[in-house]
């Protein structure tokens, strides 16, 4: 056959596919025979180091001081990168909770250098140690093998979670500091397997910095043998640190639900950001930023005037390309600078740097300081990598307008943080924006805010310490138990978070919002729990930002925001005109004015980014679940109700109690007419009434059957919970107790907490029991004004009798370790968190019997009708004259077992799992 004729058929002739087939089976056998033969020659190194026997861990005394291990394959106390300086703000975290208990404790990281100058023990705080052990000559050669077989790229991480047993020292170290330790934190997933096979049993908090497959792949490409071999490990290694955790915090939610995706993660898993010092950055705009500008002209030699755009990275490949990026960004935008701060800027392997391109390699901190107070704006072009971007957090409290890509952003509410976030093609136009001397101020004011108020390392790392200290005294449970019957269906059950997130404070439909469905989230069974928010310029729920599930998960007072302008030209005027004005703007015109000002400033304010936010479709069997306070919030529910039911959504609501059907004299007319608007919408359209007691599901039937509903409710008992922490032993008096033995009473003043009858026992013991005296805690509530009065002005005001309105979490449980005795005289209740409270933290608790109180107390509590003074009187009396009765009802409270939030979701989950 002529040769033409044989390349034209094997081309594009009857033999072409053939013959690609056969030869994409012979690369295919070609490329697998090379992996396999690698694969062998590189479990050979690692079979070199020998295995080290399982050990138990043998759990300390509870009375021992507690000790918390950690373990990283970089040293902290250098604080170079982004994860040593995570890790050291978290220890540094643990270090205060430790040093704050009565036994005292101490936090030891053990981790890994190559660097003799690091090598040693190191005191990194007054509770905090390091002992970083040197990779030896050996391990370091058999690191170099791997590479070798692999790519010339760093993989001491891997190596030495491949073969920890093989570093000279770390063995001994790491089983001397996990027999002393009540939990292990593995910082990133590679020592996950020495902390099993050395404490086997240690409860284990996985802190995953990233999701490590995700950022290991932009170094390890899966076209190389070698570099997928490592990758299969890194895999590993992060199933096994997810699966056998005890506890998983991610930076994002993004990388939580990728580690979700991959392993089975059964453990709570919590989202702790990554963050920033906001005391060590200097916060610069306006005017003085101007001027410091200049400074930069001569030493980086800059054009005069021009604004300047910074970029500061390390040498890693994400962080090499973001700095390629900008070159080829800066040749179309040559009124602008660009200076690149960082390893990465030596590495860019560009011939010809444009002219306002300046690569400044690495830089001492004073050098770093000046660029970040001097320079116009940060960029931030990352288009791969993992967890939220350090870097970022530093240029919004220095208060640099940036721009990123939303892969640079992620896992920041770019909206609330002032971020203009654009793809690369539309980088130029993001630098343009972000030079608007109109907005840029207003851009440095909110990122400065957000990391204030979302990112500062303290913050962050007391919420990390607070988990870590839930694993370690067995808080926390492995997993909701979300069983499913043979009835059961797949359904997504929307909660509305709108009032919770509104709010600046948690009470108690706030608290239970934010601790069951936070739980349910969390659930791996046939029911998924999605938050959501009504949003009036969408008019529809939609899902919330990165910003707003931080906040939700996590709540953090926000600061009062500024009087209004009206308000502040309002103070000089006398009282008559301002309460003339007062009136003119509660008319019914000035209201419709206002309103439409606010929808006005809402619209022209409305993020784009809700449009990919916006629930425009309801999944096949939704659910609407009012779970928190939802009668303030609009659209209200006569509304919304029928709107729903006729897109095909069921609906259910939570019942605490109907108190403004049966108890008027307690509510004003406002009150009564939303909460009655509510429910009656409730009763008619919706199918489920999750109760939290037997008295709250009495009065609901009762008021449904007032109403004239004649159907059967579903009304599921659920507990609420109290996962409180019980206040340690020994904590010091509170300055603000009074002098003797002191009467607890937490509540809120309002009507039907009935503290006039506690006033008067009080007032009729004074003189009888020279050390009695009576703590209120809680905030001002409404229709109290005359009671309010009494209380500030009672004789023994500030002395005997103190009325506490402004009450942290630290002093509350100071307030409860010191008290003789705690009394609840309340009317009604629907559940009773104050006396499980109390039981909770071993204080001998005085109830009334009003709804569902005797529910909440059970046979702990001693119980009077909140209208008899003398039932009150008669049992204060005997605890503070039988000392022996006391101490009996003391001694029992050694057995009470006080109910958990788990409790409470595992119920919501099993009334949603059936029809």
Known sequence: MPDGLTRRLRGDGPLAEALRTARRGAAKAEALARYRSLAVAMDLVVASVPRHPKRSHPTPPRSAPMTIAAFSTYPLHTRRGGGQLRGWYLTEALGRLVGGRPEGGLVEVVSLTTDPNAAGTHRLGDHVVEHCVLIDEAQAQREASLRLMALDVSITDIAAGLMWNGIAGFTERAIEVLDRSRVAIAIQPYLIDAIRTLADGIPIVY????????????ILPGSHAGARWLSAWVDNFERRATEHASLVTATTETDLAGLARRARLTAPAEVVGNGVDTDDVEFVTGTERTTRRQMLDPRFGLTPQRPVALFVGSGHLPNIEAGRAIVEIARGVPGVDFLLAGDHSTRLGVAHLPDNVRALGPVNEDVLELLLTASTLALNPMGAGSGSNLKLFTYLAAGLPVVSTPVGSRGIDIDEAGIIAVP????AEGIHTALDPHEAADRAQAGRRYVELH??????????ASLVADVAEGRLPMTINTTTPATAVRRTVFVEVTNTLAVNYITGFQRHTREMLGRLMRSDGPVRYVPVVWCTECATFRHLSEGELEAFRHFVARSEPPRSRLAQLADPLPDPLKSAGRALIRTKPARAARDELARRRRIKGHPAAHAALRIDAWPEDSWLFDLEAAWHNTPHRQDLLPWLHARGVRTAVLVADVMPYLFHDWFDAGQIRLFTG??????????????????SRSDLLKVASDRGITRELDTPLITMGANFTRAAEGLDRPAEAPEGRYILSVATVEPRKNHDLLIRAFDALRDEIADLSVVFVGKAGWMTDDLQARMRSHRDHGGRLRWLDKVDDDLLNALFRNAYLAVQPAFYEGYGTPVIEALGNGVPTLSSNGGSLPEAGGEYAEYFDPTDLNALVDLIRRHYTDTAHHETMRSALADYTPPTWEQGANGIARAFSVD
């Open 424 to 427: 690369l093609d539309r980088f």
């Open 678 to 695: 509510f429910m009656d919408a409730h009763l008619r359209y919706s199918e489920k009434f999750i109760v939290i007691s037997e008295c």
């Open 207 to 218: 802190d995953s910095h990233n999701d490590e497959v995700a950022l290991k792949a932009t």
């Open 455 to 464: 990112c500062d390392w303290r913050v962050l790392g007391d919420r990390f």
